[in-house]
């Protein structure tokens, strides 16, 4: 049994603030937080640490960005709000982003430790940078930049 996550903890302290300051949109938006963290810390049977965390996070990020371009494109004002208000509660959590030289030179060090050649070498170096990037960089971006170096 891992140690439990002080992310989840640092959530968990969270909500009780905001349930004591009667901040209900905080706390509706945390509490889905916590749902998520639960739902699969209940599949997984383990407790999840502050990486796992993490993963949680970008990707329920990656689920209102997602959201967002649909109601846009809908014409629901009061639903892109709703998400974007949820999208930057949920941002808080997450580690400052990487700038793209970060980027760059994260992928670079990953290829040179797995000593990359070719595209089929890309599964290597994406385990290697996922846990180092998860929350910070847009892995779909990372994937993209590996792709390049290797092609």
Request: hydrophobic share 50%; charged share 30%.
């Given at each position: 049994m891992s140690a439990p996550s002080s992310l989840k903890d640092q959530i968990q302290a969270d909500m009780k603030s905001a349930m004591r300051a009667g901040d209900k949109e905080?706390?509706?938006?945390?509490?889905?937080?916590?749902?998520?963290?639960?739902?699969?810390?209940?599949?997984?049977?383990?407790?999840?640490?502050?990486?796992?965390?993490?993963?949680i996070l970008d990707k329920m990020v990656k689920q209102r960005r997602e959201s967002i371009d649909q109601f846009e494109q809908a014409g629901r004002q009061d639903l892109v709000d709703k998400e974007?208000?949820?999208?930057?509660?949920?941002?808080?959590?997450?580690?400052?982003?990487?700038?793209?030289?970060?980027?760059?030179?994260?992928?670079?060090?990953a290829l040179q430790e797995t000593s990359a050649s070719s595209m089929k070498d890309m599964g290597a170096?994406?385990?290697?940078?996922k846990p180092q990037l998860q929350g910070c960089a847009d892995m779909g971006k990372v994937s993209q930049l590996v792709k390049s170096k290797l092609s």
């Open positions: 905080n706390l509706a938006t945390i509490r889905l937080i916590l749902a998520a963290i639960k739902q699969v810390e209940v599949d997984t049977r383990k407790e999840l640490s502050d990486a796992d965390v993490i993963g974007k208000s949820e999208l930057e509660i949920i941002s808080e959590y997450l580690p400052a982003p990487m700038s793209e030289t970060e980027i760059v030179a994260a992928v670079e060090k170096v994406m385990a290697l940078l």
